[in-house]
T-cell receptor, first 113, second 113 residues
């Protein structure tokens, strides 16, 4: 079946270090991918997206890398800050009639002072 | 803030009851998608509404139904509530059936006792 999984359910990093969150996806036909950040009690917040015809995209302090050969997605956060503590989800866009996002279980990122 | 608003924020129901959740889409968006997020899991696609019609559905039973109104706001109805329906219900809006930069509301936390 379709699934988007994450290699690590939790990740702890020191404040100021770079964080890398990984994600494996299963549908080679997925055309679009999004990273979301979810804080406690809130809905998922859009961070950055990437189309399947790209392999890298940069935002403010964040970079998404896409490796279609191995169906792998990663989110890099530079100079991690306490406010980055949250659960991070990757999602792939699957077109089966309608378009739907398939989410992974998420990675909890904890920032140590 | 995404401009997607949901009500109520929290709701407690008993098994067998019916519930209606509401969502107002972001200005300019004509597509609404609903997701269910169980505790510790990623969101799962319930269905999408476009131009007042259901445009795609995930693996949810018929007791999950919805509506979209001419102003593009939407309702999610769940009949014969079960304990496993306890979850965070998320609404997201977009333009033209696309999930590009899909923005979520803060969700309705439903507890079924």
């Amino acid at each position: 079946g379709e699934s988007v999984g994450l290699h690590l359910p939790t990740l702890s990093v020191q404040e100021g270090d770079n964080s890398i969150i990984n994600c494996a996806y299963s549908n080679s036909a997925s055309d679009y991918f999004i990273w979301y950040k979810q804080e406690s009690g809130k809905g998922p917040q859009f961070i950055i997206d990437i189309r399947s015809n790209m392999d890298k995209r940069q935002g403010q302090r964040v970079t998404v890398l896409l490796n279609k050969t191995v169906k792998h997605l990663s989110l890099q956060i530079a100079a991690t800050q306490p406010g980055d503590s949250a659960v991070y989800f990757c999602a792939e866009n699957i077109i089966q009639g309608a378009q739907k996002l398939v989410f992974g279980q998420g990675t909890r990122l904890t920032i140590n002072p | 803030e995404t401009g997607v608003t949901q009500s109520p924020t929290h709701l407690i129901k008993t098994r067998g009851q019916q519930v209606t959740l509401r969502c107002s889409s972001q200005s300019g968006h004509n597509t609404v998608s609903w997701y269910q997020q169980a505790l510790g899991q990623g969101p799962q696609f319930i269905f999408q509404y476009y131009r007042e019609e259901e445009n795609g559905r995930g693996n949810f039973p018929p007791r999950f139904s919805g509506l979209q109104f001419p102003n593009y706001s939407s309702e999610l109805n769940v009949n014969a509530l079960e304990l496993d329906d306890s979850a965070l219900y998320l609404c997201a809006s977009s333009f033209g059936q696309s999930n590009e930069k899909l923005f979520f509301g803060s969700g309705t936390q439903l507890s079924v006792l």
